[in-house]
Structures are given as C-alpha cells and as structure tokens.
Nanobody, 123 residues
Framework: QVQLVESGGGLVQAGGSLRLSCAAS????????MGWFRRAPGKEREFVAA????????YYADSVNVRFTISRDNAKNAAYLQMNSLKPEDTAVYYC????????????????WGQGTQVTVSS
C-alpha cells in the first residue's frame, strides 16, 4: 500500500516555474513507478510524465516535453515534477500516481492516487 500527498501547486504567471512534490508513505516506495497526470476544467484527465522505479526510464507528454522534468528521490520517498516555461494551458489539478515497477502513460494502470494540487497559470 502506498499513500500519496501532492504539494507545491499555486498561482504563477505565464513563463514562470513551479515544482510539485509527491510524498509517499510506505517502505517499498522504491519498487513503485510514479506518474503525474492532470485534469483541466471541462477536460479528461491526461498523462503528463512518468518515471520508473529506478529513475532510469522517463516518459513525457508531447505538450510538456522539454519544459517539465520528472524525478524521484527514493531515500526521501518522494517524486517531483519541475515545471518551467508554464503556459495558461497548463492550468489544471495535478495528480501523482503509483504502480509497481514499470512506468506507463496510461492512468488506468496506476492503482494509487493522491488528492491533487491545483496549478493555475495566468496570462
């Protein structure tokens, strides 16, 4: 079992940066792949980024590639999403999610979810 808590969201101007954190409980965090997803108002939840249990494999949505960086610190039971060059279209609730071992872009394959953190980018 893994419990996830996101933090770091907020209001930022376009072009700015934010760093989201996902704190995980449990002693087996290092065996879980982590993903970040987002849901914008009136839209479906979409994949943002994912990282394998070891950190050696990462995936990004085309819309955030180069601007966002996913990372993890297994010693701290935490995953991060560094978001640079933010755009108004990045406004959404951001969720972290966990699944065993391999990273994937598909939200249905993640069994553990946080409550989300709001990111608002003003123009």
């Amino acid at each position: 079992q893994v419990q996830l808590v996101e933090s770091g969201g907020g209001l930022v101007q376009a072009g700015g940066s934010l760093r989201l954190s996902c704190a995980a409980s449990g002693r087996t965090f290092s065996s879980y792949a982590m993903g970040w997803f987002r849901r914008a108002p009136g839209k479906e939840r979409e994949f943002v980024a994912a990282i394998s249990w070891s950190g050696s494999v990462t995936y990004y949505a085309d819309s955030v590639n180069v601007r966002f960086t996913i990372s993890r610190d297994n010693a701290k039971n935490a995953a991060y999403l560094q978001m640079n060059s933010l755009k108004p279209e990045d406004t959404a609730v951001y969720y972290c999610a966990a699944r065993k071992y391999t990273a994937t872009r598909h939200s249905s394959e993640y069994g553990y979810w946080g409550q989300g953190t709001q990111v608002t980018v003003s123009s």
